[in-house]
């Protein structure tokens, strides 16, 4: 048996002004043909994991395409629009095959195309016709389109928020597809959806957090043998669209009454915690008075800036705060700002001068902070991912550089890359073991850097991720929705084409 694998990952959102083109892709991960199993072997990657399930059950894998691009706002259209065409028609020059496994995201927006996996997926479904079994895995925040479900067999969702299963995954997705390609399963995916919009932030799934109690559901309706896989989908919350909404789905055995049913419970124990996942968080003035009155180390989650939610690194309110609050205090914090590292570059290692920081591509909110500071040491940015979903893989922030103030060391890179742990502050020769103060604008992976004597801190405030979904001034999202609007009963969003 054959199959042909490919992947096309990226995270939009609608706040963001950052607009991820073709070089981006390039420069995290753009391959085709034989070189997509290069890029994938030894990662932990969703499309490593569907490989290796194809492998085992002695499949034959065909490789077309991977694209990698983070979060941003949104890609190119002429970037969708060359993507869509080496998958579709890379997968038809394959044929004959006998199934397709497709590694997504799920999150992704351009500017004019709002549900591209859909559009790729309805592509290649019209393109290789009904009979192949195409299987899809997607990031826990995906915003699941009835286009998607409608042209895809199965479809398997992440359920851990930090991360961890990415490679499981694929695994997962890949290994339904066997069974389909042998002829053992008929498998059918459903969705429900609700006008409901959920903190990211809120949504870890450790412990006894409250979606780790929405996974132990979902595994228990897999346990009781009601579905073969069922996924909850939380999504990504900035994307100003009227049909984004928190999702259930559900693949069943030829029945799809019984996928909706599934697909239905879990997205209402997802909606009954709704109130679980808000958190406390302060603006950055009161986060640096409390740090300063915390025990042990404190990690501040700039959560308005995340770059992993697709906000553009550069918010400086948390630099100001610390400055003003707690400048002799030892301190990292990483921002983006390629003019800043060209000036730094210009004036040398031990140089001290002025200069301004933060707010360069992004000036709704803020304004550049001004600092006379101290350039302690120069770097090319480059680092290897030691975990999560893009563990192996090469982090590139470009050309930065390490300015000093006080206690603080401030990380300016010159592009906003994905925050794992303190890979970017290591690299750049930053301990943050080392400081009271440590700043992230990411809102998972900090959390494996938590323990005795180092514990967090959230920000609230303005940015292109916000916290308080229900302050953002929404252009397409209808009312009533949740957390604006508590209805016991929410709105029902689209959930068939
Ligand atoms: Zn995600």
Same mark, same amino acid.
Do not use: H, R, T
């Given at each position: 048996m054959r199959a042909a694998v490919a992947s096309f990952e990226f995270e939009g959102n609608s706040l963001s002004l950052r607009v991820t083109t073709r070089a981006d892709f390039a420069r995290m991960g753009l391959h085709e043909g034989a070189a997509v199993l290069q890029a994938a072997?030894? %990662?932990? /990657?969703a499309l490593t994991g569907g490989i290796k399930a194809l492998r085992e059950a002695g499949v034959k894998v065909v490789p077309i395409f991977a694209a990698k691009g983070g979060a941003g706002g949104h890609i190119e259209d002429s970037f969708l629009g060359e993507a869509l065409h080496r998958i579709v028609e890379g997968i038809a020059a394959a044929l004959p095959l006998d199934g397709v496994y497709l590694a997504l995201h799920g999150a992704m927006i351009c500017a004019e195309e709002k549900d591209p996996e859909g559009a790729v997926l309805a592509a290649l479904r019209a393109r290789i016709g009904p009979a192949i079994p195409i299987a899809v895995s997607l990031d826990l925040h995906a915003h699941v389109t009835p286009r998607m479900v409608a042209a895809a067999n199965i479809v398997v969702g992440y359920e851990t928020y930090p991360h961890v299963d990415a490679y499981r995954t694929g695994a997962c997705a890949a290994g339904l597809l066997v069974r389909a390609m042998r002829g053992e399963i008929r498998p059918v995916t459903r969705i429900r959806k609700y006008n409901a919009i959920v903190p990211v932030l809120g949504g870890a799934t450790l412990g006894d957090a409250p979606m780790a109690k929405v996974a132990a559901e979902a595994r228990a309706m897999e346990r009781a043998g009601r579905a073969l896989s069922v996924s909850y989908f939380p999504v990504q919350?900035? /994307?100003?669209?009227?049909? =984004?909404g928190i999702t259930g789905l559900a693949v069943t055995d030829g029945d799809p009454a019984g996928a909706e049913a599934v697909a239905q419970d879990i997205l209402d124990a997802m909606y009954a915690r709704r109130r679980d996942f808000e958190l406390l968080a302060m603006t950055p003035e009161e986060a640096v008075k409390a740090a300063l009155r915390m025990e042990g180390r404190v990690l501040i989650i700039d959560t308005p800036d995340s770059i992993g939610g697709g906000a553009s690194g550069d918010a400086p309110a948390l630099l100001a705060a610390i400055l003003s609050h707690a400048p002799d205090v030892p301190a990292a914090l990483a921002i983006v700002d390629p003019a800043a590292v060209r000036h730094a570059e210009k004036l040398g290692v031990g140089a001290e001068a002025e200069f301004e920081i933060g707010a360069w591509q992004d000036t709704r909110w803020f304004k550049p902070v001004r600092v006379t500071a101290r350039v302690e040491r120069l770097c090319d940015g480059n680092f290897v991912y030691r975990?999560?979903? =893009?563990?192996?893989a090469t982090g590139r922030l470009g050309p930065s550089a390490v300015l000093r103030v006080g206690g603080l060391r401030i990380l300016v890179a010159s592009h906003a890359v994905y925050e794992h742990l303190d890979e970017h502050y290591a690299a750049c020769g930053?301990?943050?073991?080392?400081? %009271?103060i440590a700043s992230f604008k990411q809102l998972m992976n900090f959390r494996k850097l938590l323990g005795p004597g180092v514990d967090f801190i959230a920000l609230h405030g303005q940015g292109g991720t916000p916290l308080r979904l229900q302050d953002v001034a929404w252009q397409h999202r209808r009312r009533p929705y949740w957390p604006a609007d508590d209805r016991d009963v929410p709105e029902r969003l689209p959930d068939s084409v």
């Open positions: 072997e030894g %990662k932990d /990657l919350p900035w /994307l100003d669209m009227e049909d =984004v975990g999560g979903p =893009v563990a192996g930053i301990d943050i073991g080392a400081c %009271k």
